[in-house]
């Protein structure tokens, strides 16, 4: 991905956007977190990847939830939780290592029939830990294309595979509109939208969405007097996180 300068005001860089804490306060307990995690990426993730600054805490914190997300979306892609069977590495790996967590996608593991009597396999997420993982990069989202911090619960979070939306619902998913209010001067969302508008390409930002790899993850973050944060996770899962503002 290209480098984007941020020039964004310094005054909302202060705190964890995760905890809301003060970096100041925890100085020299604060990384740089990439958002999206690495993980939820193909092994070759690309240069330039969006990173924000957050509490060694916090980065740590998510770990555990970040392999289940991971080896969880992998065996449903998979339709299996066995590690030889994955068509994700990254899921191969974590199953490989996590022999608990392997029995504890398993065990969610149900045959139910379709309208027409077929039988398919269907997993039945832990959506706490789905959404835990999905509002932890939204907030990071927002926080690196508007330089600004999504703090408290989201006013909506929810995920759900594209192939379940009726056509309609995909349509206005994958409909990207701005508006004609832009972002804060300085933040890379106006750049975005600048050079798309004077120079009409940019292969990481199409049709309002920024692309981090290919058919594997892209996301937009639209401000329309609330933060809408959309993501789309190997052409599959779709999730919506939204903050109200006042």
């Known amino acids: 991905m290209e480098h984007i300068e941020d020039f964004s005001d310094e005054r909302h860089k202060a705190w964890c956007i995760q905890c809301g804490k003060t970096l100041s ?16 990426l193909d092994k070759e993730a690309p240069e330039n990847l969006p990173e924000v600054r957050i509490c060694r805490e916090c980065n740590t914190g998510f770990s555990s939830d970040e392999e289940y997300f991971v080896a969880f979306l ?11 069977g994955q068509a994700l590495k ?3 790996r974590i199953l490989a290592s996590n022999r608990k967590l392997q029995q504890d996608i398993e065990n969610s593991l149900t045959v139910q029939k379709d309208p027409s009597g077929n039988k398919r396999v269907v997993f039945i997420p832990n959506m706490e830990r789905i959404l835990r993982v999905i509002v932890k990069n939204a907030r990071g989202h927002v926080y690196f294309e508007h330089g600004q911090p999504a703090f408290g619960e989201p006013d ?4 759900v595979p594209l192939e379940l939306l009726s056509e309609d619902q995909a349509d206005a998913f994958l ?10 001067i300085g933040s890379r969302m106006m750049e975005r939208l600048a050079v798309t508008a004077f120079w009409g390409n940019d292969p990481d930002f199409v049709d309002g969405w920024v692309i981090v790899q290919p058919g594997v993850y892209r996301y937009t973050v639209i401000d329309d007097g609330r933060f809408v944060v959309r993501i789309i996770m190997r052409e599959y899962l779709a999730a919506q996180v939204i903050w109200e503002r006042d």
């Open 156 to 159: 909506h979070a929810t995920a």
């Open 25 to 40: 306060s925890v100085q020299g307990a604060s990384n740089k977190d990439h958002v999206p995690s690495q993980c939820m």
């Open 90 to 92: 990254r899921s191969e």
């Open 175 to 184: 409909t990207v509109d701005h508006g004609n209010a832009w972002p804060e």
């Open 74 to 84: 992998g065996s449903v892609i998979s339709g299996n939780a066995d590690p030889k």
